[in-house]
C-alpha cells in the first residue's frame, strides 16, 4: 500500500489487495525533505514526507510503559529499530521511542505541525546515521563506540 498516492477508481488487478491498517494520530519525525508532487497515467502523487512514528515511554500517570532494562538498552543502541527520544520541553517533546521499523510516507496535508522548531544538526546527524544503520549501512566509528561502551556496562549492571 502506498499512501502517497490519490487515485480515481481503478479495477483492482489479481495480484493487488485492499489493506487496513488501524491508526492513530501520533507524533513523528520527518526524516525526508518533501517528495514533490508528480504526475503518471493520470495519477497523482502527492507532495509527502518519509517520517517515524515516536511512541512515548510514559502512560497518562506518568508511569513508565517499559521497564528500565528496556529503556536503557534503547538508549545505549542495542536494537537497530529503535531510537532514543529524549523529552525536551523546547520542543514539547514527550519522553519517547522512535520506531524505525514502521517508517512510512505520509501526504502533508495530514500532518499537523507541532511548532517551528527544527532539530539540531547534532541530533539529525546522530539519527540519520542511525537511519542508515538500520537500512543496512554501516555504523558510524563515533556512535559504534559510544554503543559498546553502553552495551559493556549494561552487561555489568543486569548480569
Avoid at 110 to 117: E, Y
Avoid at 119 to 144: N, P, R
Wanted: aromatic content about 14%.
Amino acid at each position: 500500500m502506498d499512501c502517497s498516492r490519490s487515485r480515481a477508481h481503478k479495477t483492482k488487478q489479481l495480484h493487488e489487495f485492499f489493506l487496513a491498517i488501524k491508526h492513530k494520530f501520533r507524533p513523528v519525525v520527518i526524516l525526508s525533505t518533501p517528495i514533490v508532487e508528480w504526475h503518471d497515467y493520470g495519477v497523482t502523487y502527492r507532495d509527502c514526507y518519509v517520517v517515524a512514528p515516536t511512541y512515548s515511554l510514559r502512560d497518562r500517570s506518568e508511569s513508565y510503559k517499559f521497564t528500565e532494562e528496556f529503556i536503557l538498552r534503547v538508549q545505549a543502541c542495542e536494537y537497530p529499530a529503535l531510537f532514543y527520544l529524549p523529552k525536551s520541553e523546547e520542543f514539547n517533546i514527550a519522553e519517547s521511542i522512535i520506531r524505525l521499523d514502521c517508517i512510512l510516507t505520509l501526504p502533508k496535508e495530514i500532518l499537523r505541525p507541532c511548532g517551528n522548531k527544527a532539530m539540531t544538526d547534532e541530533f539529525k546527524d546522530c539519527l540519520m546515521a542511525w537511519v542508515w544503520y538500520f537500512l543496512g549501512g554501516s555504523l558510524d566509528k563515533d556512535i559504534q563506540a559510544y554503543r559498546d561502551l553502553a552495551l559493556e556496562s549494561l552487561r555489568a549492571t543486569f548480569s
